[in-house]
């Protein structure tokens, strides 16, 4: 999968949820965590608490769900008994997915819950000091919230001919069912030309917010990895929202 699938991808669920999207959507975040956003990816290099930091989550009880199609994607009902491919197990619904360009997404997530850490400008104040001392590397980030999943199908096409069949366990009225409802069984029946296909996948952590130690330059909030080019003129550091741009 490339950079650039990846990119639009991220960019994308920022820009309609207003929240980081994981990637690869597989991998776990939770609050507290702290890793690196380079490359696209978000890798976990530890906690706080292996800085030295000790630090609380505080777990919603709201549940939400998130649902977003790109321009370019459409649904349609269909019967699996039709496909060369229908396990009889299935039942005889089916939805098919057919993307018309590359790089089209279809996000749901359904059962959402927001973690978020407690207290964070006391751990903001803590990161400061370590990076300070040389103790926190300049591309450090830390996960302040994370959204968890208890069912998430993202699909995402390499090309405008793209299409995936899903089929459902249960007989229900397809039209308003949601592709990421895990009870129901959505299953992959076919798929062509896709980039990304993760069907009914339970506990995923899909979104999550980081922050960052930023330098303030001349009013200009910089990360360090650029401002130590001007380590002269460096003013305040603070401790505030970061996004994967941020570091490529």
């Known amino acids: 999968m490339s950079h650039a699938t990846g990119r639009q991808y991220r960019r994308e669920i920022r820009r309609q949820t207003g929240y980081e999207a994981t990637w690869l959507p597989m991998v776990r975040v939770r609050p507290g965590d702290v890793g690196t956003l380079r490359g696209g990816e978000y890798n976990q290099i530890g906690t706080l608490r292996d800085f030295g930091i000790d630090f609380a989550v505080e777990e919603g009880h709201v549940k939400a769900s998130f649902d977003y ?110 592709l990421g409802d895990v009870p129901l069984g959505w299953r992959s029946l076919s798929e062509d030309h896709m980039s990304l296909s993760i069907v009914a996948e339970q506990s995923l952590t899909p979104l999550f917010r980081a922050s960052a130690v930023r330098r303030s330059l001349f009013g200009r909030r910089l990360f360090r990895s650029l401002a130590s080019k001007h380590r002269a003129l460096e003013r305040t550091v603070v401790f505030a929202e970061c996004d994967y741009d941020d570091f490529d």
């Open 69 to 178: 199609v790109s321009r370019g994607v459409s649904k349609r009902l269909g019967t699996a008994a039709s496909r060369t491919t229908f396990q009889p197990d299935l039942g005889s619904a089916s939805v098919t997915v057919t993307f018309a360009r590359a790089d089209a997404i279809l996000f749901s997530a359904v059962g959402c819950r927001s973690s978020r850490l407690t207290a964070q400008q006391e751990a903001g104040r803590k990161v400061i000091d370590l990076y300070r001392r040389d103790l926190w590397l300049p591309d450090y980030a830390v996960v302040t919230e994370s959204v968890s999943a208890a069912g998430a199908t993202i699909l995402m096409s390499s090309d405008s001919n793209a299409s995936i069949d899903l089929g459902v366990k249960v007989a229900a009225d397809l039209v308003n069912l949601s």
